[in-house]
């Protein structure tokens, strides 16, 4: 079993930055695609961005493709959502999720494939 714990919201101006971290339990965080999710109020939770186990293959979800980096340290048990030219419309709760797979170059971008959740880290991004 893991647990995730998210860090790195915030409150931040129209075209601002942020890091989000994602901090994994366990001795296999090398085994898992590694996931971001965000939802903002009313609305569905949607994919954001997805690592690989091995961190060579990302995907991204259309809205942030180009301002959304993610990367991960499997020495350090963590994963990474680099977030520039922030908008307001990025304004939700950020969640990070993992899914053990054997295939290291897998990643995954439904919310039905990860077993594991964090609690969540709140962005906000002010106009």
């Known amino acids: 079993q893991v647990q995730l714990v998210e860090s790195g919201g915030g409150l931040v101006q129209t075209g601002g930055s942020l890091r989000l971290s994602c901090a994994a339990s366990g001795r296999t965080f090398s085994s898992y695609v590694m996931g971001w999710f965000r939802q903002a109020p009313g609305k569905e939770r949607e994919f954001v961005a997805a690592?690989?186990?091995?961190?060579?293959?990302?995907a991204y979800g259309d809205s942030v493709k180009g301002r959304f980096t993610i990367s991960r340290e499997n020495a350090k048990n963590t994963m990474y959502l680099q977030m520039n030219s922030l908008k307001p419309e990025d304004t939700a709760v950020y969640y990070c999720a993992a899914a053990r797979r054997a295939v290291v170059t897998v990643v995954l971008d439904g919310l039905k494939d990860y077993d594991y959740w964090g609690q969540g880290t709140q962005v906000t991004v002010s106009s």
């Open positions: 690592i690989s186990p091995s961190g060579g293959n990302a």
